[in-house]
DNA sequence: CGTTATCTGATATAATATAACACCTCAAGA
DNA sequence: TCTTGAGGTGTTATATTATATCAGATAACG
């Protein structure tokens, strides 16, 4: 399924697989998971929407874990770095990866009455075209929509 | 032409005019276009390039005029909500606008190593369309891309 | 002219993010 | 085996960006 963002899905195995392809590529490409890089990508996870540094700072320090900025900022630097969350720039928050496709990048629905966040995906060079009259390199892309979500249309104020 | 970010041009009359057409727009549509609001646009545009609140806030100061965060950022709000200026997500900053076409969303093009910004464009129903698949209804759009202008391809670091 | 909405000025504070430094650990090379 | 260096963690302190709130001023409009 393309985009699931905005339907019911089974959370747990959701959860796991993701964790276990994260772990894999790590293996295979020689990357540190890490305690706390993986705790923040499993919280991102279960949470399954954008969550800011310091909601993930309070879950750490209610697990006992060292809880100062510095460990959030740290370890979703690498986990956006190298793909496995995003940084969503209108809200200041943080998601979980859904999908990993090297010719898409990434769009994300955000939803300004239940703030739930789906994301969906644009091909690369539809939008590399453009910057291309201008003589441009794309190296990274920020598309964010902000709107009302399928749940929230009818009953959101205008 | 329908771009001239990373092209040299003739700045004191683009300022003017711009200056003159959000005037006549204001006008036209019952807006306020006060002092200080008129005075930070004007700010944007001579600068031409992204500037935080707390730069804009250094030169008001600067003027003698009032220079509390508010005062920024609530002349920003009323510019960006109607056009006139935009907010690069990526950089917290705030920039003129130099296009205006309902029909398009803006899309910038952002040098990390000269830290120029190039305002260009897409049509509004090219994202619209991945979005419609969700069922999501689109109100606002940020489309940001980070990478290398022209004028940098050559000399910057990789 | 009076009323109402909008805008401004000012203080305080919240929310987000980074700098800097000591220490640890683990793998690669001498 | 030693050692050395890169990358990771823990911590303190601080920088940067943004908002809440309330009192007073000004414009719009009947």
Redesign the pocket.
């Known amino acids: 399924m393309p985009n699931e963002g905005f339907h019911r899905h089974d959370h747990s195995t959701c959860v796991e697989t993701a964790l276990a392809s994260a772990e894999a590529r790590c293996a295979e490409e020689r990357?540190?998971l890490?305690?706390?890089?993986r705790r923040i990508l499993e919280i991102l996870l279960e949470e399954h929407r954008a969550l800011?540094?310091?909601?993930i700072l309070d879950r750490l320090r209610a697990e006992g874990?060292?809880?100062?900025?510095?460990?959030?900022?740290?370890?979703l630097?690498?986990l956006v770095g190298n793909g496995f969350a995003h940084?969503i720039e209108r809200?200041?928050?943080y998601i979980a990866c859904t999908e990993q496709d090297p010719d898409h990048a990434p769009m994300f629905l955000i939803c300004r009455s239940c703030d739930s966040i789906a994301e969906s995906s644009i091909k690369r060079t539809d939008l590399a075209r453009e910057a291309k009259h201008a003589g441009f390199v794309i190296e990274h892309q920020v598309l964010e929509a902000e709107g009302l979500c399928p749940a929230c249309t009818d009953t959101a104020a205008p």
Chains 1, 2 share one sequence.
Do not use: H, I, K
């Not at 874990?65 to 370890?75: D, K, L, N």
């Open positions: 990357l540190r890490t305690p706390v890089r800011g540094a310091y909601d874990m060292a809880a100062q900025p510095p460990v959030a900022y740290r370890a630097e690498f940084r809200r200041s928050a």
